[in-house]
């Protein structure tokens, strides 16, 4: 599995390194190498301390990276019709468009729209889960579990909607006398058909399980999209509190839209069946909840994504949009990120200081120079993020442009206190264990920002942004190695991710 650390323009099997076979040992001694002739020359530079020279070496970088750019564009055989954030890349006779976005910005759906619209691909796919997905547009369609009751010689089958952590019991076949719940003992293994109540649906499930029920069912006119038993954070919380228990309900939960059976029960016995269907919708407990709305917290991004919806600002359109235009294509539109579960545990499995992943740290920040050399001056076959990104910033409103700074003002402001208590802590327990003297404290202090600073960057990138562009591509091949007939496949990401998944699609296939 390849190596996750990487820029964001190019990998650990960056250019040469692909061109050349380069083994990786040689690989990290060039970036070694490359790393300190950089900090020679950046000395080199303070100590001449010439305003002139400085001017003169960053107009002329400022020319060649505009000059690079306008021959990538006079020698550009992309499709035409394709904008300059889209990249390309073919492998095993299939193509891939990637558009780079900035989910904020307006010229993400223009150019989501303009790519589908010139390429009309055979798939799209986007940055997202099914959760995350439906969060922002609603369900689109039930997904419903069969059910089955007979009174006498009559069998009725239906429909039904599930509770969202019914998938923790998927393949348990659950049949019983179908009892109505007046909130007393209950039969053992009967199916209890609870009356119509405010109550939280998994409170309602904990007690029927401790009276010896195997299922709680429920009677709508209506069945709802979405699934069953999703609550606030805090409902969540006070349920756990009460039932002192904060995992899943032990039994599934089915909403049903026959409103027969109250009736039915009063007049003759009813049996139930039905078999818990898997279900790969996320799901977690509150005490997972807990803990993943805790860390979102503190790393900032609630308190970014929050300023931005305070300035009415939409993130994330242009997913919907490739959504739209698959449909008005009569094409698939697929899912390929990791969900918020997946994406949490990889995080902590990067962050832990393991010697592993100080390794890995430290040879990011070797390779630091030739990440930014690749920014300022991408490959023919890559995407250039840097001029992406700025076309991007361009189509900012002055509304885009306010929410966006304040939130990311806010957010870092948010984390570099969280990292100055953490140091300040850290230096505190060393003075009082006499390791460090009271004159040394400021100095000291900044040491330990700097370190914890330099070892988080490199495990936020591939806990965010690495990992992501490994899953992706692994779920973007599946859905085309299932589709015999996908020959051209528009992806949606970010920019950060597009030239990891376009190296991936090169070195790997599809």
Known sequence: MRDPLRCSTNGMEDGYTQAWNISPVVQVLLDAGLSTATILFVYLLSSWNSTELYCVLAISLLLAMIGWRLWRVRTNQTQAG???TCGHAVANGKEVFIVSTLHVSPRSERDVIATIGAVRPDAVMIELDEERLEFMRGPSRPTLQAFQYTSGDSTVSLWAQRAHWNGEYAGESVTGPIVLDEGQELPPGCLALSRPDAAPLALRA????????????????RLPAGRLGTETLLTELRVAMEVRNSGFPPIPALLLPSSELMDLLQTSEVQGSFQVLADTFPRRTPRRRLCQEFAFALSGIWLLYGIIECFKVDAGDEFLAAEREALRLGVPCCCVDLDTDRLCSRFAATAAPWPRNLLRALLAWLSAPRCVFRVCFPKRSDLDVLGSSLLHFASFRIGI????????????????????????????????????????????????????????????????????????YVSMASQVQSRSACQRVVLVVG????????????ARGL
């Open 206 to 221: 904990f007690q029927a399980a401790q009276r010896g029920a195997r299922a709680v069912l429920l009677q709508g006119e």
């Open 401 to 472: 442009w306010l929410s966006f700074l304040l939130a990311a003002t806010c957010a870092g402001c948010l984390v570099a206190g969280l990292l100055l208590l953490l140091s300040s802590g850290a230096e505190g327990a060393a003075e009082g264990a006499g390791v460090v003297k009271p004159e040394d404290r400021q100095a000291v202090l900044s040491d330990i920002l700097l370190a914890i600073e330099m070892y988080l960057i490199p495990c936020v990138y591939s806990a965010i942004v690495a990992s992501r562009d490994e899953a992706m």
């Open 82 to 84: 394709v904008p300059y």
């Open 495 to 506: 920019a950060a991710h597009a030239n990891g998944i376009l190296q991936l699609i090169r």
